[in-house]
């Protein structure tokens, strides 16, 4: 069985920082990718940043700039540095990871439980 927990969310005032963390747990044989996504009330789920295992990242146009992803990979962590923020990333994040648990398995997609950030004053 295999856990994304997620930890970190809050409120922050706008031009704050918060740091999102998430552990993968289980029957782990490798990790291929980790990220972040985000979802705003009334509005589709988005992604905000990921990054695969050779540390190569990808970053929302929204955040680039402000948000930095980063990963340890014999933890298993990936974390989100969120600097400069404004009321709209306030949404329910989401960790994500792209899971390979025995040699020979396919990868499976897993989700987190999600963790409030609201951005304000």
């Known amino acids: 069985q295999v856990q994304l927990v997620e930890s970190g969310g809050g409120l922050v005032q706008p031009g704050g920082s918060l740091r999102l963390s998430c552990v993968a747990s289980?029957?782990?044989?490798?990790?291929?990718?980790m990220g972040w996504y985000r979802q705003a009330s009334g509005k589709q789920r988005e992604l905000v940043a990921r990054?695969?295992?050779?540390?190569?990242?990808n970053v929302a146009d929204s955040v680039k700039g402000r948000f930095t992803i980063s990963r340890d990979n014999a933890t298993n962590t990936v974390y989100l540095l969120m600097n400069s923020m404004k009321p709209e990333d306030t949404a329910v994040y989401y960790c994500?990871?792209?899971?390979?648990?025995?040699?020979?398995?396919?990868?499976?997609?897993?989700w987190g439980q999600g963790t409030q950030v609201t951005v304000s004053s």
């Open positions: 994500n990871a792209i899971i390979q648990i025995q040699e020979r398995d396919p990868n499976r997609i897993y």
């Open positions: 990054i695969q295992s050779s540390g190569t990242t």
């Open positions: 289980g029957s782990i044989f490798s990790i291929y990718l």
